[in-house]
């Protein structure tokens, strides 16, 4: 495996950790920029390596926000995300991919507010709303209809006739600043976590068991695309126009009134110069909006036009997003604190004089590592130029030489652990510096302990970080084998009430069912992702097979890279981690892949290289791809020559048709592959 092929395995983990941090514990660590710049490179390198495809690669999959406290629907139509630009050379050449994919026909766009909050699909039948879910993964999201029904600006019956008796309206759940202000000023009174942004805020609140949480948080919602298979007009500015009749918010407000009286917040523009006038206006105009604005979103208008022009795989042709550039401030450094993460690793953090940035009050930023200190040659009281990426979390982008004190000492990086004090070690090709003491070190204790019960490894809903603290605390627990020990009488020694115990216990129980793959994912070895959990659990089958691996039989797994393969090594060379395992084992866990597991493995696709483009009516995007795997064969994501045929659906890309012809590549329709799958068992 080259440079470039460990850099792929390296950027899916990196992508798939912010991914889940941002849509799934509200908790993002960068901007939308550093992460699409990311993805791009991803995208890029996958590309120019189809053999390293890989199913549950970022680039397959529209972000999650899934909860398991909801209740699951599909939606009708997709829910997919938009392509991001930040200049205006990158709007401009999407202009002229759109004007070369409709062949030369004028065509209007229309220029809308990009408002920052949680993506919603309202369903109304019989002129009244009967459903509200939430993007969740693009296909299937959280019903949250009964906290919907709080938003006072989204209407509960519609009493225009002239509406459609069933349609869909997509909009953006938010909540406004002065809503935002007012909760962390309680928050912060009841000593509770603040919220970043009012974006995670909104998030949070939407996904509240308790609806009158949610109507006490006042939230409001912004509306902006209409579907329905009665008849609609075909222009999109049109239909939002006919949707404001009907009683839906679309227009941003200030003080209460319209800003489409004096300059649209949504508006048709004909030529590129319209487009960038907008863009420029809204640019300093959005400072004076009750609501966190991010960018300006630009759809081609006519529906026919949409339809003709298609989609890719993530994202429709047709609209794209351009995010406006952070604003930035200049604080002053008052320290520097260290904090311990779950691997280990160290991350300095800047203590600043508080500052106002893009709508809220900012004391600390991440400084990264060591070389990111020395890289702006960061020094004690130093004048810091922040800004907020996305408008989301601060970073440092500067210092301010000509403040900068006269006798003022560089930072010096920490020699020894903040927690523990072991001495610090630094990894071969790592920025980061990290405590060794793995199993000494309590935030590594306990962010293993979070990891291991987090949704996407044993998913032990009932239990939580602030639980885990106190379990650890009062010495309840001390690694992830000791959880399997909790009864209710231990908890409600710890003061808890006895149903909440018994719901934690349970929960635990539960894990015991958890699939061998995700308890690989489960013990945290290092650098094994989601991903690389999965390739290993099945190309071993058992936790056996895998902790007698050699290194050249890790390397024999494909998506494996060396990097991994020695962690894996050594982390089941480690007695301690051995212990762990062989208690889990006896507490029940899966230990190898089930027999339905490996009964439903088949060599049918054994060799073959697949390309899903289209929708499909039996099964989705996603349960094909699972059903490409369990029977041997590989998804890639651009068509090329060892492309062995294409699971094409309805709608599927003019473009990749197009490739797929000049190729010869055929074709397959999901009853002709469900047919061979069949043929093979």
Avoid at 321 to 349: H, N
Avoid at 473 to 497: C, M, P
Avoid at 509 to 518: A, D, H, I, T, Y
Wanted: hydrophobic share 35%; net charge negative.
């Amino acid at each position: 495996m080259n440079e470039e092929q460990r850099r792929i395995i390296e950027l899916r983990q990196i992508l798939h950790e912010h991914n889940y941090k941002y849509y799934v514990l509200n908790q993002p660590e960068i901007g939308d920029q550093e992460f699409d710049h990311l993805m791009h490179e991803l995208q890029q390198l996958e590309e120019n390596y189809p053999e390293m495809a890989d199913p549950n690669s970022p680039t397959q999959r529209v972000g999650s926000d899934l909860s398991t406290e909801f209740k699951q629907v599909k939606h009708r139509y997709p829910m997919l995300s938009l392509a991001n630009t930040y200049s205006e050379e990158e709007v401009e050449q999407w202009y002229e991919s759109v004007k070369k994919g409709l062949q030369g026909e004028p065509f209007e766009v229309c220029c809308e507010l990009k408002f920052d909050g949680l993506s919603i699909s309202l369903v109304y039948e019989n002129h009244q709303l009967v459903r509200a879910v939430t993007r969740g993964d693009g296909v299937s999201g959280d019903d949250v209809t009964s906290n919907v029904k709080t938003i006072r600006t989204i209407p509960l019956v519609i009493h225009t006739p002239q509406a459609p008796q069933s349609f869909e309206i997509r909009g953006e759940v938010l909540m406004p600043w002065q809503s935002f202000e007012q909760l962390n000023t309680e928050r912060e009174a009841a000593e509770e976590p603040l919220f970043a942004n009012p974006r995670n805020a909104a998030s949070g609140t939407l996904k509240s068991q308790d609806s009158r949480v949610v109507a006490h948080r006042r939230l409001d919602a912004y509306l902006y695309y209409l579907l329905s298979e009665e008849q609609l007009n075909d222009g999109h500015y049109e239909n939002l126009m006919e949707a404001t009749k009907w009683g839906f918010q679309v227009f941003a407000q200030r003080g209460g009134t319209s800003l489409f009286d004096s300059h649209a917040s949504i508006e048709k523009q004909d030529s590129l110069e319209g487009i960038y006038h907008f863009i420029n206006y809204w640019d300093t105009a959005r400072k004076t909006l009750p609501v966190a604005t991010d960018g300006i979103v630009l759809k081609v208008n006519s529906m026919r036009q949409q339809r003709s022009l298609g989609f890719t795989a993530k994202s429709p042709r047709w609209a794209i997003a351009f995010k406006f550039k952070a604003e930035q401030a200049v604080t002053r450094l008052l320290g520097v604190s260290y904090q311990v993460g779950r691997t280990g690793a160290i991350t300095p953090v800047a203590n600043m004089e508080p500052v106002l940035l893009a709508g809220t009050t900012v004391r600390r930023a991440t400084l990264n590592n060591e070389d990111f200190i020395r890289s702006f040659d960061i020094h004690e009281h130093d004048s810091l130029l922040v800004e907020k990426g996305g408008e989301i979390i601060p970073k440092i982008v500067g210092v301010d030489l000509a403040k900068r004190l006269p006798d003022a000492q560089p930072i010096q990086f920490i020699t020894h652990c903040p927690e523990c004090g072991q001495p610090l070690v630094r990894y071969e090709g790592e920025a980061a510096w990290y405590c060794p003491n793995d199993t000494g070190c309590p935030p590594q204790i306990k962010g293993r302990i979070e990891h291991f019960i987090s949704r996407k490894a044993m998913n032990i809903e009932s239990l939580g970080p602030e639980t885990i603290d106190e379990y650890y605390r009062k010495g309840l627990i001390q690694n992830v084998a000791d959880l399997y020990t909790i009864t209710v009488q231990h908890i409600n020694g710890s003061g808890n009430k006895e149903r909440s115990a018994r719901k934690i216990v349970q929960g635990i129980e539960k894990s015991k069912s958890v699939p061998f793959e995700r308890v690989v994912f489960a013990l945290g070895i290092r650098l094994v992702g989601e991903t690389s959990a999965k390739l290993l659990a099945r190309h071993f089958k058992s936790m056996e097979k895998l902790s007698q691996a050699s290194l050249q039989e890790l390397l024999e797994v494909d998506g494996i890279g060396e990097t991994i393969a020695k962690n894996v090594i050594t982390f089941f060379h480690d007695e301690r981690n051995i212990a762990i395992i062989e208690r889990l084992r006896t507490y029940g866990l899966q230990m190898a892949l089930s027999a339905e597991q490996l009964a439903s493995h088949s060599e049918v696709l054994k060799g073959k290289s697949i390309v899903i483009s289209g929708v499909f009516s039996k099964h989705s995007r996603d349960e094909y791809k699972v059903l490409i795997e369990q029977n041997g064969g590989k998804n890639v994501s651009s068509i090329s020559s060892k492309t062995s045929f294409i699971l094409a659906g309805e709608n599927m890309g003019p473009s990749k048709l197009e490739k797929a012809q000049k190729l010869a590549i055929p074709l397959m329709s999901e009853e002709e592959f469900l047919a061979l799958l069949n043929k093979g068992e």
